[in-house]
T-cell receptor, first 113, second 113 residues
Framework: QKEVEQDPGPLSVPEGAIVSLNCTYSNSAFQYFMWYRQYSRKGPELLMYTYSSGNKEDGRFTAQVDKSSKYISLFIRDSQPSDSATYLCAMNGPSGGSYIPTFGRGTSLIVHP | DSGVTQTPKHLITATGQRVTLRCSPRSGDLSVYWYQQSLDQGLQFLIQYYNGEERAKGNILERFSAQQFPDLHSELNLSSLELGDSALYFC????????????FGEGSRLTVL
């Protein structure tokens, strides 16, 4: 079992839809939870960053962390064609004195007009 | 623009050859991470350096090596290349040692023929 599981998709939705992206993980030592967006032929860029359980909202994006279930989610409201990208969850915790983000495989999102 | 610079952007070489990938981190960032991204494996952590010292190692093959120089730029050396080494290689940097945001470069696409 991989440490971080993420459905690769693709997930295809119409413009304006609410998108839900999810990851599960197995390492209970993870403390920091992140979502990155990666456009084709580009490097990942950080979208959301949360510490421990709870919700965090930033504009149209909401990140949720449920440590008891080892489950994290990213919601995108009023999705736009420009949101079409691959979304990678990432998480880390202490490991031998360092913190190394472990990434999910990414979910490909397509928002069609 | 993340501020992380990677060269070369594209590289085509033959099996058995050796290549060097270069990364300049964001100004002021002390940590450099190398990741390999392939379609079937996602983003896989290779190695981390902090202020010139190796801090963590992931699934890095013995044929691969890296270093971080006094000016904080880093190089990833890949030798005895095999077809399976074809992938995108990303460098990321952070100010600290992993609890914060990672800033990714645009990657070096390696094709081994």
């Amino acid at each position: 079992q991989k440490e971080v599981e993420q459905d690769p998709g693709p997930l295809s939705v119409p413009e304006g839809a609410i998108v839900s992206l999810n990851c599960t993980y197995s390492n209970s030592a993870f403390q920091y939870f992140m979502w990155y967006r990666q456009y084709s032929r580009k490097g990942p860029e950080l979208l959301m960053y949360t510490y421990s359980s709870g919700n965090k909202e930033d504009g149209r994006f909401t990140a949720q962390v449920d440590k008891s279930s080892k489950y994290i989610s990213l919601f995108i409201r009023d999705s736009q064609p420009s949101d079409s990208a691959t979304y990678l969850c990432a998480m880390n915790g202490p490991s031998g004195g360092s913190y190394i983000p472990t990434f999910g495989r990414g979910t490909s999102l397509i928002v069609h007009p | 623009d993340s501020g992380v610079t990677q060269t070369p952007k594209h590289l085509i070489t033959a099996t058995g050859q050796r290549v060097t990938l270069r990364c300049s981190p964001r100004s002021g960032d002390l940590s450099v991470y190398w990741y390999q991204q392939s379609l079937d494996q996602g983003l896989q952590f290779l190695i981390q350096y902090y202020n010139g010292e190796e801090r963590a190692k992931g699934n890095i093959l013995e044929r691969f090596s890296a270093q971080q120089f006094p000016d904080l730029h880093s190089e990833l050396n890949l030798s005895s290349l095999e077809l399976g080494d074809s992938a995108l290689y990303f460098c990321a940097s952070s100010a600290g040692q992993g609890t914060g945001e990672l800033f990714f470069g645009e990657g070096s696409r390696l094709t081994v023929l």
